[in-house]
């Protein structure tokens, strides 16, 4: 038999997830400033296998503006700039036959407004996923009426709910104020 706690915890570990998935997600949102996460997304044809960049190269940031791509095998130099091409990151690669070196350029006013959007929607997204939980979760408390588990217990239960609920929304806004003052400090 389900109890209130359980759902409690149930609800915990997804707030949690969504909470990490998101902070995944803006990592790869770049901020002007190099970043080897922006490239996680991306993946090169490794003898007809579409592998994962950081798989088939060492990728260093040697300094602020610059990512450099050292693949273990160099034919893969041009399997790697054609997928760095295909890809949306909005940077050109260079390649010198040993490495291939991405210059982050910097951000324009514009970009970063339109960088503050897609971190915005997405810390949304996450907010709505938190609200989906709580929703479901109240659901099954309610659920646990009929099993003879008392209101007063199931009241207690959504009323944790909601306090988690808040404190991951509140976390969702934490991470969005940090990426969004990283966005916008030139």
Same mark, same amino acid.
């Given at each position: 038999?389900?109890?209130?706690? $359980?759902?409690?915890?149930?609800?915990?570990? $997804?707030?949690?997830?969504?909470?990490?998935?998101?902070?995944?997600?803006?990592?790869?949102?770049?901020?002007?400033?190099?970043?080897?996460?922006?490239?996680?997304?991306? $993946?090169?044809?490794?003898?007809?296998?579409?592998?994962?960049?950081?798989?088939?190269?060492?990728?260093?940031?040697?300094?602020?503006?610059?990512?450099?791509?050292?693949?273990?095998?160099?034919?893969?130099?041009?399997?790697?700039?054609?997928?760095?091409?295909?890809?949306?990151?909005?940077?050109?690669?260079?390649?010198?036959?040993?490495?291939?070196?991405?210059?982050?350029?910097?951000?324009?006013?514009?970009?970063?407004?339109?960088?503050?959007?897609?971190?915005?929607?997405?810390?949304?997204?996450?907010?709505?996923?938190?609200?989906?939980?709580?929703?479901?979760?109240?659901? $099954?408390?309610?659920?646990?009426?009929?099993?003879?588990?008392?209101?007063?217990?199931?009241?207690?239960?959504?009323?944790?709910?909601?306090?988690?609920?808040?404190?991951?929304?509140?976390?969702?806004?934490?991470?969005?104020?940090?990426?969004?003052?990283?966005?916008?400090?030139?």
């Amino acid at each position: 038999m389900a109890s209130v706690s $359980s759902n409690l915890d149930s609800a915990k570990d $997804s707030m949690e997830k969504i909470l990490k998935h998101i902070q995944g997600e803006l990592t790869k949102i770049r901020a002007g400033k190099a970043n080897p996460a922006v490239l996680e997304g991306i $993946s090169v044809n490794y003898y007809g296998t579409p592998t994962p960049l950081s798989q088939v190269a060492a990728i260093n940031t040697p300094d602020a503006r610059t990512i450099v791509i050292k693949p273990w095998e160099k034919n893969m130099l041009a399997e790697i700039e054609k997928a760095i091409k295909i890809s949306d990151l909005g940077i050109n690669p260079n390649n010198d036959g040993e490495v291939i070196r991405l210059v982050v350029p910097p951000l324009t006013e514009e970009r970063r407004k339109d960088l503050v959007k897609q971190v915005k929607n997405e810390v949304e997204a996450g907010r709505v996923k938190v609200r989906n939980v709580r929703k479901d979760t109240n659901e $099954s408390l309610k659920k646990l009426l009929k099993e003879g588990i008392s209101e007063d217990d199931v009241k207690a239960g959504e009323t944790k709910v909601q306090t988690l609920t808040d404190g991951y929304i509140k976390k969702l806004d934490e991470v969005l104020a940090a990426k969004e003052k990283e966005i916008m400090t030139v």
